[in-house]
């Protein structure tokens, strides 16, 4: 009898024995009887019936199990067996990934990648298009403000790079993608390395110049700093006050970087500090730091010091720039609560639950509006 495999990513594969009088070959791989193979039941594996056998189900199966234990001792002849059977589907595979990648199916488009990265383990392709996803997915929950889960994302990137540096066939475009996946968490030192190794070994003139601009511009305006690095790690750990006193070093050699007045203002929001917060986010966009993330934390300080109309601007200004993102519309609901503006702010957390019907902040808030 099949037994199902009960890992999550498993729960609908079972495993059948393959009787000796049908061992045969298959595209010159030879079966051996004595390996169970993986099926995709499809429909669960406590409904799954003999009958119910295809060569898709087992390629699907064998695909699902790769994708779950690559280092399992029966993995490589797996291998052999899908390359047999289906010779083309690195191709076939990495289109149909790239594909849900841009259709915003990640889901789908991870369980792809992280197959392929399982049937060719060697190979940097798979990983450098699981990480992209893995980013993607990571950007889109940020949005949503679902910060949790954006994070485990990032993290998820983050090993996938790093596996994917071990291995010997990585093309150079990768490492710009790298390099900007770490210039966005704040690693610039990593960043830097990431860009030099594009500019010592990319073809392309043009990506070239830019990674070349990139690693000056770090290095001009100190991000490659102790104190900038030292200024981030302490704020995101909670330890604000430690965080400020390196910002406002770096600052003195650096009083021009809108990054660093973006910390200084994070950690003065963070500790409830508001006239400190708002005037360091106001420094971040006199600088050039006008991106959304600013104008939402300027936003939420100048709505806790009563500067309504100011905040509203602000929001608005950064609902421009990323009309989807959930933050700035709930924080806007949230404003017009606190205005007085009950039927408006309704209209702002549905908006919200429009673009992400779970978000916990629109629900409880709605709620809270109707009991009320």
Same mark, same amino acid.
């Given at each position: 009898m099949p037994e199902p495999e009960t890992t999550d990513r498993l729960r609908n594969i079972v495993f059948i024995q393959v009787p000796p009088a049908f061992a045969r070959e298959i595209g010159g791989f030879p079966i051996d009887p004595a390996i169970p193979i993986p099926v995709e039941t499809g429909g669960g594996a406590d409904r799954w019936k003999p009958g119910d056998l295809t060569r898709e189900a087992i390629i699907a199966g064998m695909l699902r199990f790769l994708a779950d234990k690559p280092g399992h001792g029966d993995a490589e002849y797996y291998r052999r067996f899908v390359l047999a059977v289906r010779p083309a589907i690195l191709d076939e595979l990495t289109e149909t990934g790239v594909l849900k990648a841009r259709n915003r199916e990640f889901e789908v488009a991870e369980e792809v990648f992280l197959a392929l990265a399982g049937l060719f383990p060697g190979l940097a392709g798979p990983l450098s298009n699981l990480a992209s996803v893995y980013e993607e997915r990571s950007d889109a929950f940020a949005a949503v403000g679902k910060d949790e889960v954006a994070e485990e994302y990032g993290n998820r990137a983050f090993e996938t790079y790093k596996r994917l540096f071990t291995l010997d066939d990585v093309m150079s475009e990768t490492y710009m993608n790298a390099g900007y996946f770490f210039l966005k968490k704040r690693n610039y030192l990593r960043a830097k390395e990431l860009f030099e190794n594009y500019i010592a070994h990319g073809t392309d003139a043009r990506i070239r110049a830019r990674a070349r601009e990139i690693v000056q511009r770090l290095e001009r305006q100190g991000f490659l700093d102790t104190l900038f690095k030292e200024a981030y790690d302490f704020i995101?750990?909670?330890?604000? &006050?430690?965080? *400020?006193?390196r910002a406002r070093a770096f600052l003195e050699s650096y009083p021009r970087v809108w990054n660093a007045w973006f910390l200084l203002g994070w950690a003065f929001r963070r500790l409830g500090r508001w006239e400190e917060g708002r005037d360091a986010f106001l420094k971040a966009t006199?600088?050039?730091?006008?991106?959304?993330?600013?104008?939402? &934390?300027?936003? *939420?300080?100048l709505m806790e010091l009563g500067e309504f109309e100011g905040s509203r601007r602000w929001l608005e200004t950064a609902l421009r720039k990323e009309p989807e993102n959930i933050k700035i519309i709930s924080n806007l609901g949230v404003l017009a609560k606190r205005r007085g503006r009950l039927d408006e702010a309704a209209g702002f957390f549905r908006a919200a639950l429009e673009i992400e019907s779970s978000d916990p902040i629109a629900l409880r808030e709605l709620a809270n509006l109707g009991s009320s």
């Open positions: 995101a750990m909670g330890r604000e &006050e430690e965080g *400020i006193e006199e600088f050039g730091g006008g991106e959304p993330d600013t104008c939402n &934390e300027l936003a *939420i300080c």
